[in-house]
């Protein structure tokens, strides 16, 4: 059985990004790029599933810069078998990344595709979603835990009262939320090892894949400043307070 993992690269997630001046997106110059951290989580499940001997191949697969091929080479040192940069300058919203992951999915025939539930960039949460869609297969998403068996995968996500257990037929998708595993410490021997593992370069349109943005961004602005707190001298006013000035009690 194979899968395959989409990783999206992202500002890294210790970075405090800063709106651009003309309010027309995040400034991402000069910024410290990493691996979205839920697909970090889905390749380590993926590659934990080939360590059991449920999978036998596993394939990395992200969109965009050139750049995107580092991020593979991490997905490598892992464990991915190998990669596929679908490599393109333009802006990907959602939809196009999953139009190309469904492109590559009827070429590789995988019996799993693994992806992380939302980037931490967009914060879309709709790439899986979409690509479950369009390739009209069952779907888990924010997925906490994974077993396979029988043709089937049973998968536990994390809903908002608690856990739901699902028990999905094979090929299907797959979205990976926070508690599902902690990945591993990447070492040096793995990293020197992934250099030597194939990396294939494609371009969307050698996919027939048109990516052209569906969706016009109107304006990206700071979230308002909080006020200044004040202290209060006792109970009583506190509870004055968030009575008659905040209105929550
Ligand atoms: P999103 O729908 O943008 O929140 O992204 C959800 C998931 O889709 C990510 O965690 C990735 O697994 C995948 N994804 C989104 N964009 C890309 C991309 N450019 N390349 C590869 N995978 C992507």
């Given at each position: 059985m194979?899968?395959?993992?989409?990783?999206?690269?992202?500002?890294?997630?210790?970075?405090?990004?800063?709106?651009?001046?003309?309010?027309?997106?995040?400034?991402?110059?000069?910024?410290?790029?990493?691996?979205?951290p839920?697909?970090?989580?889905?390749?380590?499940?993926?590659?934990?599933?080939?360590?059991?001997?449920?999978?036998s191949?596993?394939?990395?697969?992200?969109?965009?810069?050139?750049?995107?091929?580092?991020?593979l080479?991490?997905?490598?040192?892992?464990?991915?078998?190998?990669?596929?940069?679908?490599?393109?300058?333009?802006?990907?919203?959602?939809?196009?990344?999953?139009?190309?992951?469904?492109?590559?999915?009827?070429?590789?025939?995988?019996?799993?595709?693994?992806?992380?539930?939302?980037?931490?960039?967009?914060?879309?949460?709709?790439?899986?979603?979409?690509?479950?869609?369009?390739?009209?297969?069952?779907?888990?998403?924010?997925?906490?835990?994974?077993?396979?068996?029988?043709?089937?995968?049973?998968?536990?996500?994390?809903?908002?009262?608690?856990?739901?257990?699902?028990?999905?037929?094979?090929?299907?998708?797959?979205?990976?939320?926070?508690?599902?595993?902690?990945?591993?410490?990447v070492?040096?021997?793995?990293?020197?090892?992934?250099?030597?593992?194939?990396?294939?370069?494609?371009?969307?349109?050698?996919?027939?894949?048109?990516?052209?943005?569906?969706?016009?961004?109107?304006?990206?602005?700071?979230?308002?400043?909080?006020?200044?707190g004040?202290?209060?001298?006792?109970?009583?006013?506190?509870?004055?307070?968030?009575?008659?000035?905040?209105?929550?009690?």
């Amino acid at each position: 059985m194979k899968a395959l993992v989409a990783i999206k690269r992202v500002a890294d997630y210790n970075v405090k990004v800063r709106v651009k001046s003309d309010g027309t997106g995040v400034d991402i110059a000069n910024v410290k790029m990493s691996m979205n951290p839920f697909d970090e989580i889905a390749v380590e499940e993926a590659v934990r599933l080939k360590e059991k001997g449920v999978l036998s191949e596993v394939v990395a697969v992200s969109c965009g810069v050139a750049q995107c091929q580092e991020t593979l080479r991490t997905a490598m040192a892992i464990g991915a078998d190998r990669a596929i940069l679908v490599e393109t300058d333009a802006e990907l919203q959602p939809l196009a990344v999953a139009k190309i992951l469904k492109a590559l999915v009827d070429k590789e025939q995988p019996d799993l595709v693994f992806l992380g539930k939302q980037a931490i960039d967009d914060d879309c949460n709709q790439t899986g979603q979409m690509l479950a869609a369009l390739l009209d297969w069952p779907q888990a998403t924010f997925a906490s835990k994974v077993e396979v068996a029988d043709g089937h995968s049973t998968v536990t996500r994390e809903v908002d009262g608690g856990l739901e257990t699902v028990k999905l037929k094979l090929p299907a998708v797959v979205t990976s939320d926070l508690r599902l595993n902690e990945p591993r410490y990447v070492t040096l021997p793995n990293i020197m090892k992934a250099k030597k593992k194939p990396l294939e370069n494609v371009k969307p349109d050698a996919l027939g894949v048109d990516v052209t943005p569906r969706i016009k961004t109107l304006k990206v602005s700071e979230p308002p400043k909080r006020g200044a707190g004040v202290k209060v001298p006792d109970v009583a006013t506190l509870v004055a307070k968030l009575k008659n000035e905040a209105k929550v009690i």
